[in-house]
């Protein structure tokens, strides 16, 4: 059983900066996708950013341009780096890994609250 561990979240002033990291105890090699949730109260969970095995990057709309997604693959680790930070950013983030054949791993998550 694969495990993702996030840290780095806590409480931030509105734009204020954020670096999260999940680190994995597989080769991140293994997996097709890893990727950055988020789920606010109420609301459901939506992708923030994602990196594939090429290197290919996708990012929501809400956080392009203050939001950077990057891997270490000697450290097992993926990043989010969160600049410019707002309120509405607020949400528990979760890491993703995904492996063809429908095999998905999540994280427990990490609490990222923005104060105004």
């Known amino acids: 059983q694969v495990q993702l561990v996030e840290s780095g979240g806590g409480l931030v002033q509105a734009g204020g900066s954020l670096r999260l990291s999940c680190v994995s105890s597989?080769?991140?090699?293994?997996?097709?996708?890893m990727g950055w949730y988020r789920q606010a109260p109420g609301k459901q969970r939506e992708l923030v950013a994602e990196l594939t095995r090429d290197g290919s990057t996708n990012y929501a709309d809400s956080v392009k341009g203050r939001t950077t997604i990057s891997r270490n693959n000697v450290k097992n680790t993926m990043y989010l780096q969160m600049n410019s930070l707002k309120p509405e950013d607020t949400a528990v983030y979760y890491c993703?890994?995904?492996?063809?054949?429908?095999?998905?791993?999540w994280g427990q998550g990490t609490q990222v609250t923005v104060s105004s």
């Open positions: 597989g080769n991140i090699f293994t997996y097709t996708t």
């Open positions: 993703r890994a995904y492996r063809v054949g429908g095999i998905v791993f």
